[in-house]
Every structure is written in structure tokens, then in C-alpha cells.
């Protein structure tokens, strides 16, 4: 299936992180939905599963969910959906991610998240 414009759930906590993450996805053609947190990531994601193409996510926020539950909860719903967890913290446990998981160590460059989505959306760029 190939979309003519991606569509990334973007679960930030941190507001001037979200809206640049957001920036960059939609320089690249992408639409794109903002959560604050996990929990309402996945609410997001139950009723809309079919129409998202990627999910990028911090890791640590406020919540029932943190971003490594919410990458396994995708895996197991939806195992063909891609997520990137990003994360500034330097214990982040990136060796037991679900197999549609992938890592960006913050902080990262605009070049670094482009890269990322266009390797995990290939058909769409």
C-alpha cells in the first residue's frame, strides 16, 4: 500500500519538540497528528490505526504510558505500523525494542529525522 502523504502521529510531551518535529514532518509533505502524551497517542491510534503510516514518539513523558509501552502496544495491535522512540536520556533501553521499532538518541538534526522517516516510509517519498 503506498500513500501519496504520509500520515505521523507525533507523541511529544514537550511543546517547542513537538512543533519542531511537526515543522520538519510537514516541510516533507506529511500530515500530522499531535499528542502530548502516550495514553492519548494510543486513544489516537485505536480509532484511527488505518490512517496513520508512522508514529514517532519520546519515550519519557506524564501518563499512564511511556513511549516504549506505547511502541509495544502498537507492535502488538498493529505490527506493521513503524515507530521511532527518540530520547535525550542516556539509559534508554533500546536493545528489547518490538521488531517495528527503531531509536534517534536526542538531540537530533533536521536531517537525522528525515532520514528516519524516508528509510521506515520508502513508498512514500
Known amino acids: ?12 510531551d514537550e511543546p517547542l519538540v513537538r512543533q519542531l518535529i511537526c515543522d520538519i514532518l510537514a516541510d516533507l509533505g506529511a500530515v500530522v497528528t499531535e499528542c502530548d502524551r502516550a495514553d492519548s ?8 490505526a ?3 503510516t508512522m508514529v514517532i514518539s519520546d519515550i519519557l513523558m ?5 513511549g ?7 507492535f502488538l495491535r498493529w505490527p506493521e505500523l513503524p515507530v521511532l522512540l527518540t530520547s535525550g536520556f542516556s ?6 525494542l ?12 533536521y536531517q537525522q529525522i528525515e532520514d528516519a522517516v524516508r528509510a521506515r ?5
Not at 41 to 48: A, I, K, N, V
Open 91 to 96: 539509559g534508554a533501553q533500546t536493545h528489547q
Open 50 to 52: 488505518s490512517e496513520v
Open 68 to 74: 516504549y509501552q506505547l511502541a509495544h502496544l502498537v
Open 1 to 12: 500500500m503506498t500513500y501519496s502523504h504520509p500520515h505521523i502521529l507525533v507523541v511529544e
Open 98 to 109: 518490538p521488531a517495528n521499532t527503531s531509536f534517534l538518541g536526542k538531540p537530533w538534526s
Open 41 to 48: 497517542g494510543f486513544e489516537y491510534l485505536e480509532s484511527h
Open 62 to 66: 506524564p501518563g499512564r504510558l511511556d
Open 121 to 125: 516510509l520508502p513508498a512514500c517519498f
